[in-house]
């Protein structure tokens, strides 16, 4: 019985030892794991001070009863370690409503520059693009992206021709007679066009080039009497008669030496033999005025005006009695 006693005792003994020596390691151990540390959490505008155990960031704050939402972030990275004194902040998703290419829908997102946000999205912006930002009124922020596009264009615009009119003794009064025909101009414009989202918003004309200019319209309107005189019957009233070689002209679209444009009844003539505004009768042609000159025309030499090339063709060139008129 006393060996037993002994052995037992001596058993006894030993475990307390061990279980001593077990118990100071766990402590030890336990008391590594465990060491409180004190952070900061910053959320929204409040700012949290927060004792925790925890070895993470995502841990703390789990342990903290403070959730995130799955388009949340948190500073540092939810992984990183806990350490004494950091600040931990949370970053809370907005939403953002976006407008693009004709669609609208609403993101929520932690980012604040515009640009970085629809990069994140993968809206791709080109050169012209115009990009818009608000708020509604109940806070919810907008952006807006306007897809703007230029091309040039060609087109060609007609320049109305003028019109001229001018008295004409050879006609009777309410007559009228088209001596030039008018012709419209041509202009060739480059123009700018400016659309948004696919929509004309602007045209400009960056140049233009003239590929015809307007031809002036000239027409005659009869001042004359109601009497008919015969080409051949000799007038009365004569000043002087003359001899002369008369030849034709039509229209060249150029106005004549004293600025009118001329019609049937105007001639060419020497100014140093006849006046020019001088009223004449020439035989086998009618009534007319001297109010126009020519290079060839020179000494006895007289030019009517006939309104088409075969009329002159079949003037052709002869010689005439011409008669000044008081």
């Given at each position: 019985?006393f060996?037993?006693?002994k052995?037992t005792?001596f058993?006894q003994?030993?475990?307390?030892?061990?279980l001593?020596v077990?118990l100071?390691?766990?402590?030890?151990?336990?008391?590594l794991?465990v060491a409180?540390?004190t952070v900061?959490?910053v959320?929204?505008?409040?700012?949290?001070t927060?004792?925790t155990?925890a070895?993470t960031v995502?841990?703390?704050?789990t342990?903290?009863?403070m959730?995130?939402g799955?388009?949340?972030?948190v500073?540092p990275?939810?992984?990183?370690?806990v350490?004494?004194?950091?600040t931990?902040?949370?970053?809370r998703?907005k939403p953002?409503e976006?407008?693009v290419?004709?669609r609208r829908?609403?993101?929520?997102t932690?980012?604040?520059d515009v640009h970085?946000?629809?990069?994140?999205?993968g809206?791709q912006?080109?050169?012209?693009?115009?990009v818009?930002?608000g708020q509604h009124?109940?806070?919810?922020?907008w952006?807006?992206?306007t897809?703007i596009?230029?091309?040039l264009l060609?087109e060609?615009?007609?320049?109305p021709y003028?019109t001229?009119?001018?008295?004409d003794?050879?006609?009777?009064q309410?007559?009228?007679?088209?001596?030039v025909p008018?012709?419209?101009?041509?202009?060739?414009?480059?123009?700018?066009?400016?659309k948004?989202d696919?929509v004309?918003v602007?045209?400009?004309?960056v140049?233009?080039r003239?590929?015809?200019?307007?031809?002036?319209?000239v027409?005659a309107?009869g001042?004359?009497?109601?009497?008919t005189v015969?080409a051949?019957?000799?007038p009365?009233n004569?000043?002087?008669?003359?001899?002369?070689?008369?030849?034709?002209?039509?229209?060249?679209?150029?106005?004549?030496?004293?600025?009118?444009?001329?019609?049937?009844?105007?001639?060419?003539?020497d100014p140093k033999?006849i006046?020019l505004?001088?009223k004449?009768?020439?035989e086998?042609?009618?009534?007319?005025e001297?109010?126009?000159t020519g290079?060839?025309i020179?000494?006895?030499r007289?030019?009517?005006f006939?309104d088409s090339?075969?009329?002159?063709f079949?003037?052709?060139?002869?010689?005439?009695?011409?008669y000044?008129?008081?």
């Amino acid at each position: 019985m006393f060996f037993a006693d002994k052995s037992t005792g001596f058993l006894q003994g030993g475990l307390k030892q061990v279980l001593g020596v077990t118990l100071v390691i766990g402590f030890l151990i336990t008391g590594l794991a465990v060491a409180v540390k004190t952070v900061e959490v910053v959320d929204r505008d409040e700012t949290i001070t927060l004792k925790t155990v925890a070895l993470t960031v995502d841990a703390a704050l789990t342990l903290a009863g403070m959730e995130l939402g799955p388009h949340d972030q948190v500073l540092p990275g939810p992984d990183r370690p806990v350490k004494e004194g950091m600040t931990i902040k949370i970053l809370r998703a907005k939403p953002v409503e976006l407008e693009v290419d004709g669609r609208r829908w609403v993101v929520r997102t932690v980012v604040s520059d515009v640009h970085e946000l629809l990069a994140r999205e993968g809206i791709q912006l080109a050169e012209l693009d115009q990009v818009d930002a608000g708020q509604h009124r109940d806070g919810t922020k907008w952006i807006k992206v306007t897809r703007i596009t230029e091309e040039l264009l060609e087109e060609r615009v007609e320049v109305p021709y003028e019109t001229f009119r001018q008295p004409d003794n050879q006609l009777h009064q309410g007559q009228q007679r088209i001596l030039v025909p008018g012709q419209n101009g041509v202009v060739l414009n480059k123009i700018r066009v400016v659309k948004a989202d696919g929509v004309e918003v602007a045209r400009e004309v960056v140049s233009s080039r003239v590929l015809a200019q307007p031809q002036k319209s000239v027409v005659a309107y009869g001042i004359g009497g109601n009497q008919t005189v015969a080409a051949r019957q000799a007038p009365g009233n004569v000043k002087k008669v003359m001899t002369m070689e008369a030849t034709a002209y039509t229209h060249t679209g150029n106005p004549t030496a004293t600025g009118i444009y001329p019609y049937r009844g105007i001639v060419a003539v020497d100014p140093k033999v006849i006046p020019l505004g001088s009223k004449l009768y020439v035989e086998g042609y009618g009534y007319c005025e001297a109010q126009d000159t020519g290079g060839a025309i020179k000494g006895d030499r007289i030019d009517i005006f006939l309104d088409s090339r075969a009329e002159c063709f079949e003037w052709g060139r002869r010689v005439v009695q011409v008669y000044l008129l008081e």
